[in-house]
């Protein structure tokens, strides 16, 4: 059973930067995906960025693509987004996410991965 943990979220002003952390734990397969996905409030959840645990390759919204960076530290079994130039409409609740051997080609549809993490709550204020 793969368990995920967030951290980092919290209140940021317009312009700044926050990394959030994802730590995983019980991985049964050598390559997995790991997803960051954002809800905002009344809105539905969207993807933003994955990688695969392999090192092969990551993916980007074009919402979020010149600002985010997916990165991950293999030793740590963690997953940081690395989040700049934040705006206000970057506001929502961050998940992240794990799926075995797929990231989808990019396709971040929710019902796609098994595996979530409780999230973690960031706010961009103008």
């Known amino acids: 059973q793969v368990q995920l943990a967030e951290s980092g979220g919290g209140s940021i002003q317009t312009g700044g930067s926050l990394r959030l952390s994802c730590v995983a734990s019980?991985?049964?397969?050598?390559?997995?995906?790991v997803a960051w996905f954002r809800q905002a409030a009344g809105k539905e959840r969207e993807g933003v960025a994955s990688?695969?645990?392999?090192?092969?390759?990551?993916y980007y919204a074009s919402s979020v693509k010149g600002r985010f960076t997916i990165s991950q530290d293999k030793v740590k079994n963690t997953v940081y987004l690395q989040m700049n130039s934040l705006k206000p409409e970057d506001t929502a609740m961050y998940y992240c996410?794990?799926?075995?051997?797929?990231?989808?080609?990019?396709?971040?549809?929710?019902?796609?991965?098994?595996?979530w993490g409780q999230g973690t709550q960031v706010t961009v204020s103008s």
């Open positions: 990688i695969y645990t392999d090192g092969s390759g990551s």
């Open positions: 996410a794990a799926e075995p051997l797929t990231c989808y080609g990019g396709s971040w549809e929710p019902s796609d991965y098994t595996y």
């Open positions: 019980g991985y049964t397969y050598r390559s997995n995906c």
